[in-house]
């Protein structure tokens, strides 16, 4: 079946306990919507509702799914319900709250706490003034909270990027839109193939998915903090593995930002994920560390903090090799 554009449900429909206002987001994998429950209290709707294997035409409710496409729907399905209950078990500031998963229509949905607010893209795109270092620090310094708590569940969520990061009032960040989130960290698990947006998916989402782990996401937290300083997602990873033409922070933006910090970024977006911070409390311990700020714009103080980094993990490796 050739993928096309799902309908959404009408406004004013009633699903379930919750009646449909008008839709938010329309992707490959789901349609999110706007609704409110009975007590009038606004709600995030997401239907699973993948475009490549079932489609639903103007006016209609359920979609048709051919045979042949019937059993990777219903395992999709599977997964789809399975995530909503295990990210109802999370309650943390910064990960958007899961509040109820049910079945409707041959198909699941999954009832999230609506975020007043605007997306950290839409946030960079139209205030590049304030994307200040202590902006960034403190904004992903938050996130990764969250994102420490996802992972404390086993859980990745695999599609991080400033499009998926809410900011409330008050610059708070939360991370949001868990549709490639999968219990990956459980061997006995099997994932459906993960969805990726080029320039803030790892390495590993395009091939060796089984090296997918917190290191992972902890590249695309990398690709984000690029994205806020450059206003536009950094060079696709899979094309970085054949012409790597990316300009790293230390190099783009010398001078303008702590030394610091751009070498922070730099280092999460090692195509080896073994060069990465391999978690994300090693990742956040690098960004509440104390900056020193250059003394000139342009000046370097040799190999850097990322170089001295490099160097000890080089030499563990190198001790590793030669115990062997």
């Known amino acids: 079946m050739a993928q096309q554009a799902n309908h959404a449900l009408p406004p004013g429909f009633q699903l379930d306990e919750y009646c449909i206002e008008r839709q938010l987001s329309l992707g490959g994998f789901s349609i999110v919507y706007l609704a409110s429950d009975t007590t009038g209290v606004s709600v995030a709707i997401k ?12 006016g209609e409710i359920k979609p048709l799914i051919t045979p042949d496409h019937a059993p990777a729907f219903r395992y999709g399905m599977k997964c789809f319900f399975e995530e909503g209950r295990a990210l109802a078990r999370l309650s943390h500031p910064n990960v958007v709250r899961v509040l109820n998963f049910f079945r409707a229509n041959d198909t699941v949905y999954m ?7 605007n997306t950290l893209q839409e946030y960079i795109q139209k205030n590049r003034a304030g994307i200040t270092e202590n902006f960034i620090r403190n904004v992903f310094t ?3 909270n969250g994102l420490r708590e996802v992972h404390s569940h086993k859980l990745l969520h695999l599609d991080l990027k400033p499009s998926n990061i809410y900011m409330r009032n008050g610059h708070t960040p939360v991370l949001i839109d868990f549709g490639a989130a999968r219990q990956t960290l459980e061997r006995d698990t099997p994932m459906l193939k993960p969805m990726y947006t080029p320039g803030f998916a790892s390495p590993e989402h395009y091939s060796q998915r089984e090296l997918l782990g917190p290191w992972s996401d902890v590249y695309s937290v990398g690709a984000s903090m690029y994205a806020c300083l450059s206003g536009a997602a950094p060079q696709a990873a899979d094309e970085r593995l054949t012409n790597d033409l990316l300009v790293p922070s230390m190099v783009r933006w010398q001078g303008q930002f ?10 999460c977006l090692c195509l080896n994920h073994l060069y990465r911070p391999q978690s994300v409390f090693a990742l956040q311990k ?3 560390e104390k900056v020193v ?4 714009a342009g000046e370097s103080n040799g190999a850097g903090w990322l170089g001295r980094r490099f160097g000890k993990l080089v030499g563990q490796l190198k001790n590793r090799i030669g115990k062997k």
């Open 258 to 267: 702590s030394e610091q910090l751009l070498e922070t970024i730099d280092w």
């Open 111 to 117: 009832v999230m706490a609506y975020e007043h607010g």
């Open 142 to 144: 938050k996130l990764l």
């Open 293 to 296: 700020v250059p003394q000139r």
């Open 47 to 58: 239907e699973y509702l993948p475009n490549s294997l079932a489609l639903r035409g103007e």
């Open 286 to 288: 690098a960004l509440t």
